[in-house]
């Protein structure tokens, strides 16, 4: 009844004022969403706010890491490998973006693509006949996109051996049915593992925005503060 309510009010605004805007921004904590036609542009209707920003949104609920938890297994065979009999990095590579892309489309229902790959670097070489076992997890959810790590393991079946190759960071962005940008629902960390990488998320963030240019680094408040040994509180409602 008050998203009913609500949605009547925001058709009315829209008549009685031009060039009528409409925002929603998402509260991933108690999965309202909030109608942002500005309280001016309707206070001469003596609305209450209550029910201004009140419009429910299920579609947006948060969701714990584990549920994007995804695992893939691939057998390097004679064609993924060099010369030297070493898996190639850029074959690699390649089945780390698929399993980090299955990991995102999990948490975001939505289709995803690349947006950045941070450093890939390997620990050690693996070997013809080795399974290689990539792990992906969502560590956070901004806005239209979501951070995956990925820890890579190859294990030699015969000698019964396993070795952590590497491990990375990869962003995905999640579109529409239009090809647009999209909100993502919110992650929400349970675990201390999940928290510290939640945490961590934001510095990674913007490092990438510095490095391409899209941040100046005095806007880097949370990336400063690890170097001034600064400690922010944990904002789950990023």
């Known amino acids: 009844m008050v998203a009913s309510l609500t949605a009547a009010l925001c058709r009315l605004a829209a008549k ?5 805007s409409f ?12 109608c942002a036609a500005g309280a001016a542009r309707l206070s001469h209707l003596h609305v209450p706010k209550m029910l201004i920003f009140a419009q429910k949104s299920p579609k947006m609920t948060g969701k714990s890491p584990k549920e994007s938890y995804t695992i893939m297994n691939e057998l390097v065979l004679p064609n993924d490998t ?13 089945w780390m973006d698929i399993a980090a892309a299955i990991s ?13 790959v941070d450093n890939v670097s390997f620990q050690s070489p ?4 080795d399974v290689i076992s990539i792990e992906a997890k969502v560590t956070r959810a901004f806005t239209t996109s979501v ?21 990375a960071y990869y962003t995905f962005v ?3 049915a239009d090809g647009q940008k999209t909100l993502v629902p919110a992650l929400l960390p349970e675990t201390d593992e999940e928290i510290a990488l939640f945490e961590g998320a934001l510095r990674r963030r913007q490092l990438r925005l510095i490095l391409s240019g899209k941040m100046k680094p ?4 949370e990336l400063k503060a690890l170097f001034m040994g600064s400690q922010l509180p944990l904002d789950l409602g990023d």
């Open 16 to 20: 009685k004022v031009k060039s009528f």
């Open 23 to 34: 925002a929603r921004i998402l509260n991933p904590i108690n999965n309202y969403s909030i």
């Open 82 to 94: 060099n010369t030297l009999n070493n898996l190639m990095g850029g074959r690699l590579l390649h």
């Open 104 to 116: 995102a489309q999990k948490h975001c229902n939505r289709i995803v693509v690349t947006a950045s």
């Open 126 to 129: 693996i070997k013809l006949g």
């Open 147 to 167: 951070e995956v790590r990925m820890d890579v393991w190859a294990q030699n079946i015969p000698s019964g051996t396993k070795v952590k190759s590497n491990e």
């Open 174 to 176: 999640a579109l529409d």
């Open 218 to 221: 005095d806007d880097a408040t």
